[in-house]
């Protein structure tokens, strides 16, 4: 197909000033504006002849030539450091989660098309937010997906509230501030053949300042959060509903600093095989791994085949309904495939019950170390950041992702093989998202028998230059470009709610596209401007 594809920074939704200057304080007002940039198309010198200096495209002294612009000029807004607040977005991004030094607020698309604020917590003296994310979670009983805030602070505490901002539970895991909350659910259900069998955890990572990294299993804390939530609609005291998760904590020990650490998918065997990496054993059934970024070395590969394992969610239902009398679970056994109705527990009525699951212990665990089974290093270079790309149609497993360093590259890597696919130099402070079309919908065609192809774009935000680009994936050519100034943040949106992995894919299939449910979408990127104006990047066909 001839490539028509383009890239428009759709208009979705605005956060009101007023709601920002709660946030953040009343601060100056600078006018902005979105130029769209198109460029002469330069081929690009072929992969195989470029080695790891190379500079692909977008040189760091490069000026762009504008042959045309489209200029849109937006109202005057508050100067808000991008850097100075954290985002973090709902599956379809009509919720957000605003995060600065100690308060959080939580916005929601109205009935009017524009956000308002549904909930806050204003935190308390000596702790910051240091990191925050818009956790999803399905509740079979309503066939909804329902939004809690997890937040990370500098003192090591992790607190999950609700939409409104009420403490549901929290522990200490740690005496160093929290860099990252990352979460990985399955795969959405279109990127899985039929009568499939795919086999997935889910879980929350958790990185900590001092190179050490928490996995919160992902059946545990959904349970608890379902108790913790449920009893307070219950009217029960909230000192009475803080409960313990489960977790386990590893040290990565063979990196001086570690500044990102996903969880990659079960399934992938990493073969880093060039001149730049180190290969030391090999863990095909490891229980844990993390792909870690930082400097000396500037990626690692952590696995272990450790034995211990959290509870299953068979064994997990049969702890939670064995304790809870509260209608909150009575959907538990037939959700998940049990034949037996438990109707019992629905009849009864009268004082809600708290469930017998212990508080969070007193003292912080000590990590355990976890082995590095492949490295790949260059002395002169420190990681910043690391993002995974969606998982593909054809192994329902992650095999790109863009990582952006101190040295202002983007690089593009094959996980699967360890190569370097592409890189982009002049990328000082580069952000990175990823967003998904499928090509039918695309093109206007029909809808393919079996798994539809999903077209993939790699989206680049130079904050320090004010310039987005977009480009397809793996080789395809650039599709867009923007110059949107300063102040603006990429936040990414669109993943499967926690709990997926104790869902059947038919039963996910079957709530797919009803009214507040978020399974089945496609990885999007909303872009945040000073003046609450969000934009969404939208992949469409020139005219």
């Known amino acids: 197909m001839p490539n028509k594809i383009k890239c428009i920074l759709e208009s979705h939704h605005k956060i009101p000033i007023p709601i920002l ?25 072929k992969e195989e002849t470029d080695g790891w200096d190379k500079d692909w495209s977008w040189g760091a002294e490069e000026d762009l030539t504008l042959n045309r612009t489209e200029l849109t000029t937006r109202s005057p807004s508050p100067n808000i450091p991008s850097k100075d607040y954290l985002i973090s977005s709902s599956g379809d991004g009509r919720t957000l989660v605003l ?22 917590n204003l935190g308390s003296s000596g702790e910051l937010i240091t990191s925050v994310l818009c956790l999803p979670l399905f509740v079979p009983s309503t066939r909804s997906t329902q939004n809690y805030i997890m937040c990370g602070y500098n003192t090591g505490w992790i607190r999950v509230f609700s939409e409104s901002g009420v403490l549901l539970t929290e522990q200490q895991l740690e005496t160093t501030p929290v860099l990252t909350i990352k979460m990985r659910t399955p795969p959405p259900t279109f990127k899985v053949p039929a009568h499939s069998q795919l086999k ?23 349970l608890v959060l379902r108790v913790c939530d449920g009893q307070r609609e219950s009217g029960i005291d909230a000192s009475r509903m ?43 059934d490891a229980s844990a791994r993390y792909i870690a970024v930082g400097a000396y070395p500037m990626l690692s590969y952590y696995a272990t085949a450790d034995s211990s394992s959290s509870l299953s969610a068979a064994s997990m239902a049969t702890y939670v309904m064995s304790r809870v009398t509260s209608p909150v679970f009575s959907f538990a056994k037939s959700w998940w495939g049990s034949s037996t109705n438990n109707t019992a527990n629905q009849k009864r009525a009268g004082t809600p019950y708290v469930p017998n699951i212990p508080h969070p212990p007193t003292n912080i665990e000590p990590a355990t170390p976890i082995p590095a089974v492949l490295v790949a290093n260059d ?16 192994s329902q497993r992650h095999t790109l992702a863009a990582t952006s360093d101190a040295l202002g590259r983007v690089i593009l890597w094959d996980v699967l093989e360890g190569e370097m696919i592409r890189m982009w130099k002049g990328v000082r402070d580069a952000t990175c998202g990823w967003v998904e079309v499928f ?105």
């Open 21 to 45: 200057e709660i946030l953040v304080g009343n601060l100056p007002q600078v006018s902005s504006t979105i130029k769209e940039v198109v460029e002469e198309v330069v081929e690009e010198p």
């Open 99 to 120: 995060a600065y030094r100690k308060k959080f607020i939580v916005v929601q698309v109205n009935s009017e098309g524009e956000y308002s604020a549904i909930g806050q």
């Open 200 to 222: 997935e955890d889910e879980d929350i990572t958790i990185l900590f300042e001092g190179n050490r990294v928490v996995s919160i299993d992902g059946q545990s804390l959904w």
């Open 242 to 284: 803080h409960t313990a998760f489960q977790y386990k904590k590893w040290e990565l020990q063979h990196q001086d600093q570690v500044i990102q650490g996903p969880s990659p998918t079960h399934s992938w065997i990493p073969k880093f095989s060039n001149s730049n990496t180190t290969l030391t054993h090999a863990l095909l």
């Open 379 to 394: 002395s002169f270079r420190q990681i910043n950041q690391i993002y995974m790309g969606p998982p593909s149609t054809s």
């Open 439 to 543: 090509e039918h919908e695309l093109y206007q065609q029909p809808s393919p028998p079996g798994v539809p192809k999903v077209l993939q774009f790699l989206i680049i935000h130079s904050s320090k230059r004010g310039i987005l680009k977009i480009f397809q994936m793996r080789h395809g050519k650039q599709v867009g470009a923007f110059h949107v100034g300063p102040g603006w943040q990429l936040v990414s949106c669109a993943r499967e709610p926690l709990g997926s992995s104790m869902v059947s894919i038919d039963r996910r299939k079957k709530v797919k596209g009803t009214e507040r449910c978020e399974y089945g979408l496609l990885s999007n990127c909303l872009l945040v401007g000073p003046d609450g104006d969000v934009r969404k990047i939208k992949v469409t066909l020139k005219a």
